[in-house]
């Protein structure tokens, strides 16, 4: 059973950061927010603080940073050192406002095939440091599967992702629109981790970009997605995750209610079997 509240991720609102309020008054504890970490931009911590109020009457996970952050660099490297300094400032906020988890990506940048056996041995280094640093305000760090083949940044192709998983138990986060951006087995992927998945990112693309479109609004059939999701991870968190500040309104509203529907559903069903 999944009482989990449905999360949007707040990269959608971008500098309205008081929107969060909105989202909050409409749907009180039944929603959540995963904040997408980005301190890179100079308003972005006091629009944080501005809205801690709110925030704190909310489940909250936290997105770490994407833009200024790349976690297969070497320790040392200037770019492992501004990374590092973006996660710390996360870890801060992560702390007050309790997070749920961490989202962590293994790469950003494009992937050289020389180097690739080396961006993953680092990636798995600053993930050990990670989960030090959150394990210590009691938030598990979630790998999730990122890069699309299309832009050269896939540093795992699906079996090599689930292998790596399996192997180094990683909790994972499954983002959905990148797994349909790189024609991936969805249904085969989630029943390889199941046991390991915490959360998903759900949006949808064109089937090679990744575009972050409504859940019926590109090549995958979201519904059965959604049905395999609930069926096979009924305890997985279930976050929104769209970019484009011109979705925030009805569509998301409505999307927000079909991923509560699908859940809603699925805990009658399984209270009646």
């Not at 009457?57 to 994407?66: L, R, T, W």
């Not at 999730?144 to 832009?151: P, S």
């Not at 759900?202 to 090679?208: P, V």
């Amino acid at each position: 059973m999944n009482n989990n509240p449905v999360f949007i991720d707040t990269c959608l609102f971008k500098k309205s950061f008081s929107r969060v309020r909105d989202y909050s008054k409409a749907y009180g504890n039944r929603i959540g927010f995963e904040i997408l970490s980005m301190f890179d931009l100079p308003e972005f911590e006091q629009a944080l603080r501005d809205n801690l109020d709110v925030l704190q009457e909310h489940q909250i996970a936290f997105h770490g940073p994407v833009f200024c952050a790349e976690h297969s660099a070497a320790r040392g490297s200037a770019e492992y050192e501004e990374t590092m300094r973006h996660v710390r400032r996360t870890l801060q906020y992560a702390r007050i406002l309790h997070s749920r988890h961490f989202t962590m990506h293994l790469n950003n940048c494009r992937v050289d095939p020389d180097k690739k056996d080396r961006m993953l041995h680092n990636a798995h280094e600053n993930y050990l440091e990670l989960c030090e640093l959150f394990g210590a305000v009691g938030c598990p760090v979630y790998i999730e599967n990122t890069g699309t083949i299309l832009q050269k940044n896939m540093l795992l192709d699906q079996q090599e992702f689930t292998d790596v998983c399996r192997d180094r138990r990683y909790e994972v986060l499954i983002d959905i629109g990148h797994a349909n951006a790189n024609g991936w087995d969805i249904p085969r992927l989630i029943d390889d981790l199941g046991p390991q998945i915490r959360a998903y990112h759900l949006h949808n693309n064109d089937g090679s970009h990744d575009q972050h479109h409504r859940l019926h609004d590109g090549t995958l059939d979201f519904t059965p997605v959604l049905r395999k999701i609930m069926t096979s991870t009924p305890h997985a968190d279930l976050i929104i995750e769209y970019t484009n500040p011109k979705l925030d309104g009805p569509g998301l509203h409505e999307d927000i209610r079909e991923v509560m529907e699908h859940s809603k559903t699925f805990t009658a069903n399984a209270g009646d079997g």
